[in-house]
């Protein structure tokens, strides 16, 4: 009894880690497009967050380049992002469109998701407060 109880303690401290990069592909349509991609170890089980300890890396930084899993356009194409932890590799797609576009500034896409966030367009924000008239 004994012996296995030995045997399984040794076992878990020696357990493959699988490793995965999600997301598994991402398509940057404009110049100012951004992707977090994470990297994450599997072990027994246990997912863990190692995106901070990997080693990131770019098939083609002309198209897209990386930094602690933060993907940025470069150019337009195709590109292979490969993240390393303890020899262990793990990859996504990335795809790069319209580069070369000018960025355009939508109010519905990109300022009334911030307004929402914080509360600025909901119902408190926008009842007039007590005392105050029309006039004021």
């Avoid at 990069?21 to 997912?47: C, K």
């Avoid at 190692?50 to 194409?77: E, F, H, I, R, Y």
């Avoid at 793990?90 to 307004?115: C, E, G, M, Y």
Wanted: aromatic share 8%; glycine share 6%.
């Amino acid at each position: 009894m004994r012996l296995a109880v030995v045997f399984a303690l040794a076992s878990s401290l020696y357990a493959e880690t699988t490793l995965k990069v999600t997301p598994s592909e991402a398509t940057l349509p404009t110049v100012e497009s951004r992707e977090q991609f994470l990297a994450e170890g599997t072990t027994n089980g246990f997912q863990e967050d190692l995106t901070k300890t990997a080693q990131w890396t770019s098939s083609n930084p002309k198209v897209a380049v990386v930094d602690a899993g933060k993907v940025k356009p470069a150019g337009d194409g195709e590109a292979v992002i490969t993240a390393t932890v303890n020899g262990q590799k793990a990859t996504a797609t990335v795809r790069v469109k319209d580069f070369t576009q000018p960025f355009t500034w939508s109010f519905r896409n990109h300022v009334i998701p911030v307004l929402t966030k914080i509360g600025c367009n909901s119902a408190p924000a926008t009842e007039r407060w007590p005392g105050r008239t029309d006039s004021s």
